[in-house]
Structures are given as C-alpha cells and as structure tokens.
C-alpha cells in the first residue's frame, strides 16, 4: 500500500496517483482484466492499475461499461451513457448482438455491435414491428407511440392484423396497420 505495508486483503487502494487492486495475498491484478472485491468490480489494466475514468472496454469478448471512480456494473438492465442507451445482460456486460435480443424478461433491438439499443421509433426485424420506448425497452401490450395506441404480444411484436386482442381484461379492436379502435 502506500505505506510500505504488504496488503493481506483483496481490495483497492491509491498508490502514485493512481487506484490499484490486491487479492487476499497482497498481489496486484494486471493484464487487463475484470477484478471483484465482493461489492465492487473494477477493470484492470495492463500494468494493474484500475481504470477510474468512465468508458467502455472489453474483457473475453463481452463489452463494460466502467463508470467515474472505477467501478463496473454487475446488474442488468437499461442504461444511458452520453447520449445512448444500452442494455445490460444479468452478468453486467452489454448486449451487442444487433437486432431483436432478451434479457431479464424484457426485449430491446440493439442497432449496433456497439450495444446501442433503438429509442422512440419503430424498428422493423424480418416482417415483424417493434415499437422501442425512450429507455429502449421494447413495448409489451396495449402502449402510445407517437399519437395512438398499439398491442404488442408477449414476445414485442406489434400486430398489424385487423382483429381483437385481449389485454388486462379488456378487448380492443385493431385496425389494420395495428392502431388499436378508440
């Protein structure tokens, strides 16, 4: 540590400027890698240092977002970083398989392999719609977009066909196109 001392615990500590992580054995973590105290995670770069400005990086293929201070998310779920949004698989990495993809029971369509997700718009995969809310979670059920309302399906899907639909104990009538009768 800064005094002098060898560290018989796994945790970080601020050395020469910079933020370092030990493991219980008092031996710095390099080669850029993930490394976890128990409530934090943090990226460690080459040299072993933690990286404490807020970016993403790539550890074994899958992408993090580390944020200010160093630490990175173990959660999932949406999030926004600059001006986009992204979504977070149960491990904490971002998904960057583009297109329509699961996690956590929720839908996303990510437009990137940078895992940036669709935003207020219709995106269209194959024959099939989507309607993307603002944090990028896509809509289930009876939703607004824009000045009418829609039914998406169990899986996001918008319908498009004429019919009725079922939703929280109330029938409504879609017109073709998908607008549901008001």
Known sequence: DADGR???EAGTFDFQGK???TDSNGIVKQNSGLVDDGATRYYATADGSIQTTAGFVTVGGKRYLVTNGGAVSKTSGTFKYGSSWYAAASDGSIITTVGITTSGGKYYYVTNT???LAVNKAVKAGKKTYHAASNGILAIGVHKY????YYSDSKAVVRTKTG???WNGGYYHVKKGGK???
Do not use: F, H, M
């Open 146 to 149: 824009k000045k009418s309302y």
């Open 180 to 182: 549901l009768t008001t």
């Open 164 to 166: 009725i639909v079922k």
């Open 19 to 21: 933020k370092w992580y």
């Open 114 to 116: 940078n895992g940036v």
């Open 6 to 8: 060898i560290r018989k």
